[in-house]
T-cell receptor, first 111, second 112 residues
Framework: QKEVEQDPGPLSVPEGAIVSLNCTYS??????FMWYRQYSRKGPELLMY????GNKEDGRFTAQVDKSSKYISLFIRDSQPSDSATYLC???????????FGTGTSLTVIP | ETGVTQSPTHLIKTRGQQVTLRCSSQ?????VSWYQQALGQGPQFIFQ???????GRGNFPPRFSGLQFPNYSSELNVNALELDDSALYLC???????????FGPGTRLTVT
C-alpha cells in the first residue's frame, strides 16, 4: 500500500465550477500537509501548507485535513482556465525530513 | 528574495555515464532536498542536506550522491546512469527540514 493515494483523474470541469481534489494516507503520524500545483514540465508551486487537522483558506483555495479519516482535500472556488494543471498533495512527519507525494490529479478547466 | 534555481534545464546522457545537477536554494533557506519525478508520477524523495550534512535518504542506491556547500547551494551526482534514471530532477529548499518546501523548475534528464 502506498503511503499517499491520490486519484490521477483526469478531471475536467467548466469555468466557474467548484473543484474538489482529495488524498488519503495510511500513516497517522503525518502532521504537515501541503498542496502543490504543477504546470506541464515545470516544478511544483506551493499552494497551501497546513499543520494537523482543520481548515485553511487562501483566496479561492481551501485546504481541509481530517486526521481521524486520514483524508485531505483541496477546494478551488470559481475555477479558471489558468487553474488547469496537475495538483499534488504531499505530507511529512512531525520531525521528518522528507515529503511523501501523491501521484497528482490532472485538472482541466474548460472556458 | 530569489527563488530556487536549477541548472542545466535539460540534459541528455548515455547509459553508464555520470551526471551532476546543480541547485541554488532560496535566500535564507539552509535545507535542500532532491526529488526524482518520473513521467506521470509524484516526486520521490532522494535525500536532504542540512548545513552541509546529509539529513535523510530515500530508497535510492548509493550511485545517487550529493553535496551541500557553505552557501547552501547543492549538487546531485548520479553515477553509472541507467535508462530508468530518465526523469525530472527537482530541488526544493526550506527553512527547516519539515517546513514548507519551495521547488525549483527542475532538470529534465534523458538517458539513452
Amino acid at each position: 500500500q502506498k503511503e499517499v493515494e491520490q486519484d490521477p483523474g483526469p478531471l475536467s470541469v467548466p469555468e466557474g465550477a467548484i473543484v474538489s481534489l482529495n488524498c488519503t494516507y495510511s500513516n497517522s503520524a503525518f502532521q504537515y500537509f501541503m498542496w502543490y500545483r504543477q504546470y506541464s514540465r515545470k516544478g511544483p508551486e506551493l499552494l497551501m501548507y497546513t499543520y494537523s487537522s482543520g481548515n485553511k483558506e487562501d483566496g479561492r483555495f481551501t485546504a481541509q485535513v481530517d486526521k481521524s479519516s486520514k483524508y485531505i482535500s483541496l477546494f478551488i472556488r470559481d475555477s479558471q482556465p489558468s487553474d488547469s494543471a496537475t495538483y499534488l498533495c504531499a505530507m511529512s512527519y512531525d520531525t521528518g525530513n522528507q515529503f511523501y507525494f501523491g501521484t497528482g490529479t490532472s485538472l482541466t478547466v474548460i472556458p | 528574495e530569489t527563488g530556487v534555481t536549477q541548472s542545466p534545464t535539460h540534459l541528455i546522457k548515455t547509459r553508464g555515464q555520470q551526471v551532476t545537477l546543480r541547485c541554488s536554494s532560496q535566500s535564507g533557506h539552509n535545507t535542500v532536498s532532491w526529488y526524482q519525478q518520473a513521467l506521470g508520477q509524484g516526486p520521490q524523495f532522494i535525500f536532504q542536506y542540512y548545513r552541509e550534512e546529509e539529513n535523510g535518504r530515500g530508497n535510492f542506491p548509493p550511485r545517487f550522491s550529493g553535496l551541500q556547500f557553505p552557501n547552501y547551494s547543492s549538487e546531485l551526482n548520479v553515477n553509472a546512469l541507467e535508462l530508468d534514471d530518465s526523469a525530472l530532477y527537482l530541488c526544493a529548499s526550506s527553512l527547516v527540514s519539515h517546513y514548507e518546501q519551495y521547488f525549483g523548475p527542475g532538470t529534465r534528464l534523458t538517458v539513452t
